[in-house]
């Protein structure tokens, strides 16, 4: 039977978590730097040593330019006013995204970016040509971050290490193809924590982080935390509610939905710029960021309760409708 005493020490051993979490989520905002120096504020990213803008490019909007001459303006603008990390992945637009981003970037543009692609295989070999194939896309000898990408099927951790995924990662690291490795998702926080609880110090973790996540298995409450105690950065996805358009459908602006999702503990937060309108806007925003208070974020999550409970809103999480079609074929779903 439990005692008074045994609760007490339970209740004072989760108080003294939920404090050193707190800290610890602090410590990744008051990392923060001025834009002063870099065009946009910086944050520190997890162990690697990095530090990256706020906010991060993201590759498959990029490369859904129908212009490509505009799209390698809107990239050289952003590297020029300090957004200088850029998000892409092997299989946006079967390729087309990593040369794209290579064309902007050749010429002297790569040494001023914090570069990061993704790699869809889980096997040895299948992900050596991966990476092959996205360092001579993008024009560059290294990556400064390479991350498993959408980690999100059950037997996806275990793939990774069983079919020699990770054995490719740690090569490629010391032979300096690789600076830094991570994984990315957007199912389950269940696959994230398998991930996370592999025999491997994973240095990055990219994660839904949005104002309808806090309510819906959400990664901010279960993954985040272990990230933190673990090191690991978190970089942030889909604050706009990816497709599904968190903002037109629940009432909230961008500014809204941005400036909540940067209020939590990410190092970044991958943003969709499709015109230079709106690498404007995020720039506008970036730079006058300043964090939501406790009650600002807590008056959001009441406002967006009732609709964000059952996963409408958050189709990538409830729904295979945005799950990759290199990654349903693997696991034997159609595309």
């Known amino acids: 039977m439990q005692t008074d ?6 209740f004072l051993k989760q108080a003294a978590a939920g404090v050193t979490m707190a800290a610890l989520a602090q410590d990744v905002l008051a990392s ?15 162990r690697t040593g990095a530090r990256v803008s706020i906010l991060c490019l993201g590759g498959w909007h990029i490369g859904s330019l129908k212009n490509d001459a505009e799209a390698i303006r809107i990239m050289h ?22 040369e794209l981003m290579g064309k902007a970037l050749a010429g002297g543009k790569r040494e001023k970016v914090f570069l990061m692609t993704k790699n869809c295989e889980r096997d040895y070999e299948g992900s050596k040509r991966c990476l092959d194939d996205s360092l001579r896309r993008l024009q560059t000898d290294h990556l400064d971050l390479w991350q498993f990408h959408e ?4 037997s996806d951790p275990d793939w990774v290490f069983d079919r020699g995924g990770i054995k490719a990662a740690i090569e490629a690291r010391k032979a300096g193809k690789v600076r830094h490795i991570g994984f990315t998702g957007h199912k389950d926080p269940r696959i994230h924590l398998a991930m996370l609880d592999k025999p491997f110090e994973w240095e990055t973790s990219q994660m839904p982080i949005n104002v309808m996540d806090a309510h819906y298995r959400s990664f901010q409450k279960q993954v985040v935390p272990v990230c933190l105690k673990k090191n690991v950065g978190v970089i942030g996805m889909k604050g706009f509610g990816g497709g599904s358009g968190i903002a037109a459908q629940a009432g909230l602006s961008a ?5 909540y999702a940067l209020s939590q503990p990410v190092a970044s937060q991958v943003v969709g710029i499709t015109s230079m309108e709106q690498l404007k806007e995020n720039i506008a925003l970036a730079r ?13 999550l009441a406002k967006v309760r009732d609709v964000a409970t059952d996963g409408r809103f958050e189709l990538f999480k409830s729904s295979q409708m945005f799950d990759g079609p290199v990654h349903r074929r693997q696991h034997g779903f159609a595309t």
Not at 5 to 10: A, K, M, P, Q, V
Not at 83 to 98: A, I, M, P, V
């Open 77 to 98: 603008a952003a590297v020029d006013e300090g957004l200088t990390f850029f998000d892409n992945c092997w299989d946006y637009h079967d390729g087309g995204s990593e």
């Open 288 to 300: 006058t960021f300043t964090p939501m208070s406790p009650a600002e974020q807590t008056a959001l």
């Open 32 to 46: 923060q730097s001025t834009a002063s120096a870099t065009g946009l504020p910086t944050r520190a990213l997890g």
């Open 151 to 154: 980690i999100i099927y059950d």
């Open 255 to 259: 500014r809204e939905a941005y400036r």
């Open 5 to 10: 005493s045994t609760t007490r020490r339970e």
